[in-house]
């Protein structure tokens, strides 16, 4: 009985030892595959179409795969995390680097089967996004420290042929088997979107989220003393209080957030085509830059901003002042931290705004003098 025993995990280890990668290629599949879950992650916020699905499938594939990749390459050092005779200078970094490689991969697994849980001001997922970005310099760093050069041999024969497979083979079957458990137990519900967000305030009016990034939390806006203005690249500059425009256009539209939940409601307002035929835009006019009271800022190509809305109104109710009232760019297929709030101008450019890359990062430090203010929805 021991002695088959014994035979049996003789046989899986050595099935074990031909499908690991070598050493160095485990590490750099692990740089490679963190490369691409951290570039499929990041993408992911900007992606917001049914045709963009395949970015959260492969971002989830990747993540995945790297249950695998880690496992193999903490059997391997395992012995000289537990001896501390054998530790050196870089041992701690590269405790930590593991101790958080292993939580972003744990937060975005429970994501996935259904966990929502708040960690103070948090929601899990932005949790998991924050570890995944943190990630990136901690490996840097850790790579300086005991960087190796794979060599042509651990690129080449079978068994670099069938690991990869198998990491790759590992991520889809362990993908497929969660959705299918999701849907076996109705751990994920049927209110996630394939971006992963959960349903909330569907259809309530102003009840659904208010969140803002960082300080972007201006005061309550006068409508008596607003105005929205048209300009840049046109050929008549104008400009409207808020009873002058005409809020006919009805849309149906998904507002999904990056934090995590995604809401559906009627949104009333201008149709921003009918604004810009208004203004009569120049042949040199590409693109649509929206500014809001706080100077945060979003840029849309001319031709997807001829469909979008300036919305006044949500499910019937007025905008609410923490909703982006008197007025909200409503961008279907856009992620939320896009639908720009408190929108008081809207420029015709020959080019995108670059700076509002920047100006969703720092513009709520300078709210106080009215200029850049970001916001996250």
Same mark, same amino acid.
């Given at each position: ?47 917001g179409?049914?045709g ?35 530790w ?42 924050a570890l ?44 497929r ?5 999701n ?41 008596? *003393? @607003?105005?929205?203005?048209?300009? &840049? ?8 209080? +808020? #009873? =002058?425009?005409?809020s $006919? ?16 409601? *009627? @949104?009333?307002?201008?149709?921003? &085509? ?8 120049? +042949? #040199? =006019?590409?693109w649509? $830059? ?26 019937g109710?007025?905008l ?33 705004d ?24």
């Amino acid at each position: 009985m021991c002695a088959g025993l014994n035979r049996l995990e003789s046989v899986d280890r050595t099935m074990g030892s031909r499908l690991e990668l070598p050493p160095r290629l485990v590490d750099w599949s692990i740089l490679a595959t963190v490369s691409f879950a951290v570039a499929t992650g990041l993408l992911g916020l900007v992606s917001g179409r049914t045709g963009d699905a395949w970015v959260f499938v492969t971002h989830g594939i990747g993540g995945l795969s790297l249950v695998l990749l880690l496992f193999w390459k903490l059997r391997r050092v395992r012995h000289r995390v537990t001896n501390r005779v054998a530790w050196d200078r870089h041992t701690p970094f590269s405790i930590l680097l593991g101790i958080v490689a292993i939580a972003a991969l744990a937060t975005g697994i429970y994501w996935a089967f259904g966990g929502h849980p708040m960690i103070g001001p948090w929601t899990l997922l932005f949790v998991h996004m924050a570890l995944g970005v943190l990630v990136v310099p901690l490996l840097v760093v850790h790579l300086h420290g005991r960087f190796r050069t794979p060599s042509t041999d651990d690129f080449a024969g079978r068994r670099a042929t069938m690991g990869s497979l198998a990491v790759v083979g590992f991520g889809a079957l362990t993908w497929r088997l969660q959705r299918g458990t999701n849907r076996l137990f109705d751990l994920a519900g049927a209110d996630h979107r394939f971006t992963g967000s959960k349903e909330e305030g569907s259809g309530e009016g102003n009840d659904f989220p208010t969140t803002s990034w960082v300080a972007d939390d201006p005061d309550p806006i006068d409508p008596d *003393a @607003w105005q929205l203005r048209v300009g &840049g690249h046109v050929e008549r500059e104008l400009a409207f209080g +808020d #009873e =002058a425009l005409d809020s $006919s256009e009805d849309r149906r539209a998904v507002l999904d957030c990056t934090s995590g939940w995604y809401s559906t409601h *009627a @949104w009333r307002g201008v149709r921003v &085509g009918d604004l810009l035929d208004s203004a009569e835009p120049t +042949d #040199e =006019a590409e693109w649509v $830059s929206f500014r809001s009271v706080t100077g945060y800022r979003w840029s849309l190509p001319l031709e997807e901003a001829r469909d979008a809305l300036l919305a006044t109104h949500v499910d019937g109710e007025r905008l609410s002042h923490g909703h982006g009232f008197p007025l909200r760019l409503v961008a279907p297929g856009r992620r939320g931290f896009q639908w720009v709030k408190w929108v008081e101008t809207v420029e015709m450019r020959r080019r995108r705004d670059a700076s509002e890359w920047l100006a969703i990062f720092v513009s709520g430090f300078n709210e106080a003098n009215g200029d850049d203010a970001t916001d996250r929805r």
